[in-house]
């Protein structure tokens, strides 16, 4: 899977959390060739909300309207679910009901990838990648591949938290 040590090497090579996360992002879109993403983060000392922390071809203003906490929609639902999910072409009815208006613009091209995102075992937030670029159905090999990043991400935020510390503690001596 050269395609999957490329996308690792780039998040690897991230020192800080918002880039590592960043680089996340792009190597998902990148290498699956989906049109729009974001990345959201539990947010509320974990009450459960989720807060978009990031997004790739999704309007600013719908980003920035839900930093702190999702309106109820398809996009939590799928947040609340925890588990990867691949829709491989348009939604099915069931999910269409709970797409809102905002959400309208994001489910306009089919398909539909998700995974939640860890760190030290814990759910930390999720990805959620819309509309394969290509026209051609995401799989679950695509799906696959973007549960392995999400565990090497998983490893590179150990990392940088490390160094977070190291950094924290030489500035104290």
Not at 69 to 80: N, Q, S, V
Not at 88 to 110: C, F, I, N, S
Not at 136 to 150: G, R, Y
């Amino acid at each position: 899977m050269p395609a999957l040590s490329k996308a690792i090497e780039t998040i690897n090579s991230a020192i800080e959390v918002s880039d590592l996360l960043s680089r996340l992002l792009d190597a998902a879109i990148g290498t699956l060739h989906a049109n729009r993403a974001l990345l959201a983060l539990i947010r509320g000392n974990g009450h459960g909300h989720f807060g978009i922390k990031m997004s790739r071809g999704i309007s600013v203003a719908f980003a920035q309207k839900y930093p702190d906490k999702l309106p109820e929609g398809l996009i939590l639902d799928i947040a609340r679910s925890g588990s990867p999910m691949v829709v491989p072409g348009h939604l099915p009815a069931y999910m269409m009901d709970r797409v809102t208006t905002e959400e309208q613009p994001l489910v306009e091209k089919p398909g539909l990838l998700s995974v939640r995102l860890y760190h030290r075992d814990r759910a930390i937030g999720f990805m959620i990648l819309f509309g394969h670029a290509e026209g051609t159905p995401f799989t679950d090999q695509n799906l696959q591949f973007l549960v392995q990043l999400a565990h090497h991400a998983a490893i590179a935020l150990e990392k940088a938290g490390i160094i977070h510390q190291l950094k924290k503690h030489g500035k104290s001596d």
